[in-house]
């Protein structure tokens, strides 16, 4: 007779074939629809800023050379608002989750995190992530030894297939961390850095950075074809 006070040792689940986890039709439509308008209003948002800038230059440099800036940011704004349909659809097709005997593969739209259970050293589920004052959604971040292998978000994943990972991962040995409380990205990057990367605790400032870089580099760029043009 076992003792009920001893609680079973974990064992690893038995090999049964590779698993592929698919995102939902509901989160498809939802994930196409919202990198879509993201996509575009990158693609369009820069082209005011850019033209105010070459419009300036022309009134300071008294040359029509920063005209062609101008058409060069309305080219590449439109031919990219135009690319983001197809190139969306063919990111989300590339979104999955699979599990093969230990072995990870996790797409993301961008690229495939590709791991091993002995590469994990945390699997931290995270239940109410804050993404805005009156938005919050689970999170499931894989942790390695000196960074994060993936982070997989509510809003894309149903609690079902979070939980499959989460489980299977634990199963071959990962250290499981719940984080019961609201807590936003900053915070958690407070509690580990390997968790949340900069860009993503601080996404104003970086957004901010971001453009600061790009008007310094069109700015100079201008400069130096009005000095070329005058030389």
């Given at each position: 007779m ?5 609680p079973p040792a ?17 989160a ?7 990198n879509?308008?993201?996509?575009r209003w990158l693609?369009f ?10 419009l ?13 800036f ?6 590449l ?7 983001t ?6 990111a ?13 593969v996790?797409g993301?739209?961008r ?7 002995g590469?994990?050293?945390q699997?931290?589920?995270?239940a109410r992530?804050?993404?805005s004052?009156?938005?919050e ?10 960074r994060?292998l ?5 809003q894309?994943w ?19 961390i719940d984080?019961?409380q ?17 860009m ?5 400032l970086?957004v901010?950075l971001a ?21």
């Amino acid at each position: 007779m076992t003792d009920p006070t001893v609680p079973p040792a974990p064992t690893a689940p038995a090999a049964a074939g590779p698993v592929v986890m698919q995102l939902t039709p509901e989160a498809r439509e939802r994930m196409t629809r919202y990198n879509t308008a993201m996509l575009r209003w990158l693609s369009f948002s820069w082209i005011p800023l850019i033209a105010v800038i070459c419009l300036i230059a022309v009134l300071a440099l008294q040359s029509l050379l920063p005209l062609l800036f101008i058409a060069i940011a309305v080219m590449l704004g439109l031919g990219g608002g135009l690319a983001t349909g197809p190139y969306v659809r063919r990111a989300v097709d590339r979104v999955r989750i699979e599990l093969d005997d230990g072995a990870y593969v996790i797409g993301d739209g961008r690229r495939f995190h590709r791991f091993t259970a002995g590469d994990v050293d945390q699997v931290v589920h995270v239940a109410r992530h804050r993404l805005s004052r009156a938005q919050e959604a689970p999170l499931l971040i894989v942790v390695g030894a000196r960074r994060r292998l993936a982070i997989l978000t509510g809003q894309m994943w149903t609690p079902q297939q979070l939980g499959a990972l989460a489980d299977d991962l634990v199963a071959r040995g990962a250290r499981r961390i719940d984080v019961e409380q609201p807590v936003s990205a900053r915070q958690l990057r407070a509690m580990d850095r390997r968790w949340i990367t900069w860009m993503h605790a601080h996404p104003a400032l970086f957004v901010l950075l971001a453009v600061l870089a790009a008007v310094l580099v069109v700015i100079i760029a201008i400069v130096i074809l009005a000095v070329a043009s005058g030389a």
